[in-house]
């Protein structure tokens, strides 16, 4: 589904990403793992193609196409999603609006079961504003809800680092087994082991560097036992 080949990045004369490889199958839930500021949200970035995040070197593959010139529409429309770190707001558009534009055929009842999905309630949220209005949690969660009703084909999903309280750790592994059975391929990107334990396989990035890489039991146990250990990371 998505392969990465030696992928670097700079932001300035700073390197953010070291040679980054790994691959990811289509269906699995793969996990990327490690501690704040460690390049994961840069990563996702890069393969979303946010302004600013083109990769300097290497490639990023989807369905056996390169897209590292492709623009961010054009991923959008080839079925890769990002769950952004911090939620955009959306003045003046209610959250039925917000989650009916990735979807390919408007529904209401898809609208509503997607908000059910993020334990939020359609009669209470459906006609309320994506706006200062709504706390960062419930932004993030309204967020997951567009991107359950729009069915994509990869799912980035970048957990933030802030600890805002979006879903209990049941509810986030039983969010991502659901987007996964409506089709897509899953990238779950954390800084928490106990939300990694949910992946079937995982990299784990440490200050832009690929660190480990496989299974994700092994790459969790590394991961609490050396890099939470590393005195730079505490």
């Known amino acids: ?5 030696n992928l670097t990045l700079k932001r300035g ?5 070291h040679k980054i490889s790994f691959a990811v199958k ?3 839930i793969y996990g990327i793992l490690g501690p704040n500021g460690a390049g994961k ?5 890069t393969i979303m193609g946010r302004g600013g995040y083109k990769p300097n070197e290497g490639k990023i593959i989807f369905k056996g ?4 010139n492709l623009p961010i529409w054009r991923r959008a429309e080839m079925g890769i999603t990002l769950a952004w770190q911090e939620s955009a707001r959306f003045e003046g558009i209610t959250v039925k609006e917000y989650i009916s534009l990735g979807m390919k055929e408007k529904n209401q009842k898809e609208v509503e079961e997607s908000l059910r999905k993020v334990f ?3 009669d209470e949220y459906l006609k309320r504003k994506v706006d200062k209005s709504l706390s960062g949690g419930e932004r993030k969660r309204i967020e997951l809800a567009a991107i359950f009703a729009m069915k994509p084909r990869l799912a980035v999903l970048d957990e933030p680092d802030s600890g805002i309280d979006i879903l209990a750790l ?3 592994m039983e969010f991502v087994r659901e987007i996964r059975a409506r089709g897509a391929t899953v990238i779950l990107i954390t800084h928490r082991a106990d939300a990694a334990k949910i992946v079937e396989r995982a990299a784990l990035i440490g200050e832009g560097h690929l660190v480990k890489e496989g299974d994700s039991r092994e790459v969790v146990k590394y991961f609490e036992t050396k890099c939470l250990r590393c005195p730079r990371f505490k």
């Open 1 to 5: 589904m998505l392969e990465i080949r």
């Open 13 to 17: 004369s700073k390197t953010i990403l």
């Open 26 to 28: 289509a269906g699995e």
């Open 41 to 45: 949200s840069s990563l996702a970035y």
């Open 65 to 68: 196409k390169e897209i590292n």
């Open 120 to 122: 939020l309630d359609p």
């Open 170 to 172: 049941d509810r986030i």
